[in-house]
């Protein structure tokens, strides 16, 4: 055949909701990779490969076998983990499914299965929310050693999936001292149904005594954003415990006035689902090998963030504040292992900032988009922030500080360079050149 390499999906993709979802955000992952490269054809409905024996990737993920490059490889691990079988025959390894599977397989890829119509795919790429349209959970409340409970993944769950999506049991607003809590919390649930009451009792307590209702709440509440003085407490999302390297990201959206919590890197089946808490206490469990570099990576993100944030630096020397942006993506990178999540969204942000202080709307428009896209896989593409950096990439010049500080890196956002390998375009994008 000529083919000595290849990787399978095992268990085969299905047509539930989770691996359509899934199997849609990485053929976009793929079209995007391979944009501007014209030996990569899209087809209605398959990717084809003009290199080889011509391996094509079908837009309906169950009807896929097989392919043959290393990259779609690497993008394919990145989006399902454990499920990648890779194989290549000079290591006598051979391929999962036989070739006459292989051949009936991509044949069915021209023609297109009914029941999946673009526009459902499209919804379900768009954001939207399969997992919870199609009743599906993809996890249990689990005991875990040490933590009390916790979230377990049921199974391989890919970065940007939305996990759950929940309503709060209640909100408290504002500060309140452990008495004036307790009372607050006495009325409130006297006004919820049983079932509702139920749910808030069987919550852990890190402070049973005195004030047992706030023990709950203070042991369990979110904040309703980041740093908010507003705290939520809900049935579900609040058996997911804490790590300072998180596989998922929660957020409150405040249009929906409810908390989404997202995948933002692989998550394996039967790995605990975490989130970073606000003030959570808990020290890093890495081992005392590599505790230390990463607590010097922490300071280092600290001291870089304060200085990207500082008004007056961005004023005087923006080339430094977008320098030390570079630098912080560089250390989040290798902190979180290339999933930072939110910490990266924010960044951007903060390199959009300091370019459209100084009038520069092409880069200003490109940092936008890139706070989107991190944005959309912590958030997904109904988040308020989510919503808001998009439209800044369109429209950069709607931001308050538009030349605020100056007009000397003057441009137009239809001005960004074309042409250019990432390096290039890195070392433009953050004025590595100046
Ligand atoms: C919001 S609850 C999380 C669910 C909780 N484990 C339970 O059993 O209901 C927060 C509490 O869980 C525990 N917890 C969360 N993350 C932890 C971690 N990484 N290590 C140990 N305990 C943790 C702490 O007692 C914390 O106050």
């Not at 006004?191 to 709440?217: C, E």
Request: hydrophobic fraction near 35%; include cysteine.
């Amino acid at each position: 055949m000529g083919i000595d390499a290849g990787f399978d999906m095992v268990p085969r993709l299905s047509t539930g909701g989770v691996d359509i979802h899934n199997w849609g955000r990485f053929i976009e992952s793929l079209k995007e990779h391979y944009k501007d490269d014209t030996q990569v054809e899209i087809k209605p409905n398959y990717i084809n490969f003009k290199a080889g024996e011509h391996p094509q990737l079908p837009f309906e993920g169950h009807k896929f076998l097989h392919s043959y490059i290393d990259t779609v490889t690497r993008i394919a691990q990145a989006h399902f983990a454990s499920r990648i079988r890779c194989w290549h025959e000079s290591f006598d390894e051979f391929g999962t499914y036989d070739w006459n599977e292989v051949n009936e397989s991509r044949k069915s890829y021209e023609q297109p299965d009914e029941f999946e119509t673009p526009t459902s795919i499209a919804q379900l790429l768009t954001g939207t929310d399969p997992i919870k349209e199609l009743g599906i959970t993809p996890f249990e409340i689990k005991d875990i050693p040490g933590k009390g409970k916790g979230l377990v993944a049921c199974f391989n769950i890919s970065s940007g999936t939305r996990i759950l999506c929940e309503k709060p049991l209640l909100i408290v607003r504002g500060a309140r001292s452990r008495e004036e809590l307790e009372t607050f919390l006495v009325a409130k649930l006297k006004a919820m149904s049983k079932s509702s009451q139920r749910q808030f009792l069987s919550l852990h307590t890190n402070s049973p005594g005195k004030y047992p209702f706030s023990g709950i709440f203070k042991t369990n509440a979110l904040p309703c954003g980041a740093g908010s003085p507003i705290g939520a407490v809900y049935p579900t999302a609040c058996f997911i415990n804490h790590s300072c390297i998180p596989n998922a990201h929660n957020s409150w959206n405040s249009n929906e006035e409810h908390e989404t919590i997202d995948a933002i890197r692989p998550i394996k089946s039967g790995e605990e689902i975490t989130i970073p808490y606000d003030h959570g206490g808990f020290g890093c469990t890495l081992p005392p090998s590599l505790l230390q570099a990463s607590d010097n990576r922490r300071t280092q993100i600290q001291t870089l963030d304060e200085a990207i944030g500082d008004p007056s630096r961005i004023m005087s020397s923006p080339y430094k504040s977008l320098r030390d942006c570079y630098t912080l993506l560089e250390v989040l990178e290798q902190e979180f292992d290339g999933y930072a999540g939110a910490l990266i969204a924010r960044l951007y942000y903060d390199a959009f900032q300091i370019s459209i202080a100084h009038g520069d709307q092409a880069r200003a428009s490109m940092f936008a988009e890139r706070a989107r896209k991190a944005r959309v896989i912590c958030e997904g593409e109904d988040s308020p922030e989510t919503l808001r950096v998009k439209s800044l990439a369109l429209k950069p010049a709607g931001h308050r500080s538009f030349e605020a500080y100056s007009r000397k890196w003057r441009t137009t956002r239809d001005s960004v360079p074309e042409g250019l390998d990432t390096v290039q375009f890195n070392s433009w994008l953050f004025r590595q050149e100046s």
